[in-house]
């Protein structure tokens, strides 16, 4: 599959995994969306590609956030054609190695709002 001006989002593409895949898809053509909740971070890691890319911020956990960034991407490219929803809730020792009933709600609720 040609993926050539394909217009692809990776959440979290700032960093990590999310980085790695925004640049393999870069690396075949597609015009790349660069975006974390950090403008900065996501503007340094696109500048690391070599095709078209839009760094942008964006909070999944707040819909707002999202509104305004999905009609950013529209604004520019008029299409969206893939979405990698790579972002997720950060590995936090605390919460990662414990037992499913020895989390709290607010624990559970932190990672469930960004997943
Ligand atoms: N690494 C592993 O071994 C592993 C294993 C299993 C699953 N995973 C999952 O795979 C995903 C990526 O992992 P990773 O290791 O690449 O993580 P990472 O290095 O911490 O990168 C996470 C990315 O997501 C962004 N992000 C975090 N919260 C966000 C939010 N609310 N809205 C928008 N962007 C957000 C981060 O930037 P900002 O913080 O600046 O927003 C960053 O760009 C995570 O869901 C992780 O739990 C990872």
Redesign the pocket.
């Known amino acids: 599959m040609s993926l050539l001006d394909r217009v692809v989002i990776v959440?979290?593409?700032?960093?990590?995994?999310?980085f790695e895949i925004a640049k393999l898809f870069s690396e075949r053509g597609a015009i790349v969306i660069v975006?974390?909740?950090?403008l900065g971070?996501s503007k340094t890691a696109a500048k690391k590609f070599r095709g078209t890319t839009l760094a942008l911020e964006?909070?999944?956990?707040d819909e707002s956030s999202v509104k305004k960034f999905v009609k950013a991407v529209m604004k520019s490219f008029q299409k969206i054609d893939i979405l990698v929803n790579?972002?997720?809730?950060?590995?936090d020792d605390t919460i990662w190695n414990k037992k499913i009933h020895e989390g709290s709600d607010d624990e559970l609720e932190k990672i469930i709002n960004?997943?």
């Open positions: 959440t979290g593409s700032s960093k990590g995994i999310g975006c974390s909740r950090s971070q964006v909070d999944v956990t790579n972002a997720g809730y950060p590995y960004v997943d």
